[in-house]
């Protein structure tokens, strides 16, 4: 799978559980991290876990297992699939940390397109 590839997987993955403001922010131009870095709040514990571990499912049937998970018992899991980095966070974290104020200078990506495909 290409990058877009595994961003489409993941936002539809994290759409199927209810996850909300889901933002993609490319950053392939303004960082060697990864080319994109995808971003979903959930509202308890359990939702971002489950977010996370859709993303995860969906994305391991398409043949792409993460290279790094942190954060299984917080409230901010990160799944580095290398290319493609995802932030499931509670809401609380995801205003405190601001990724999105962090890496505002990169490409904001249509989510609505992406579940069209």
């Avoid at 877009?4 to 060697?32: F, H, L, P, Y």
């Avoid at 899991?77 to 290319?83: A, M, P, R, V």
Wanted: hydrophobic share 40%.
């Amino acid at each position: 799978m290409n990058s877009i590839e595994i961003v489409k997987t993941a936002v539809k993955a994290a759409d199927s559980k209810k996850g909300e403001d889901i933002q993609v922010i490319g950053i392939r131009d303004i960082s060697v991290l990864a080319d994109y870095f995808v971003l979903v709040t959930g509202d308890s514990s359990t939702q971002i876990k489950a977010i996370a571990d859709e993303i995860e499912f969906k994305l391991k049937e398409a043949g792409e297992e993460p290279h790094h998970i942190e954060g299984k018992q917080s409230g901010w899991i990160c799944l580095d699939y290398s290319t493609v980095v995802i932030h499931v966070f509670y809401k609380e974290q995801r205003r405190y940390f601001k990724l999105e104020r962090l890496w505002e200078d990169g490409d904001i990506i249509d989510t609505e397109k992406l579940m069209e495909d």
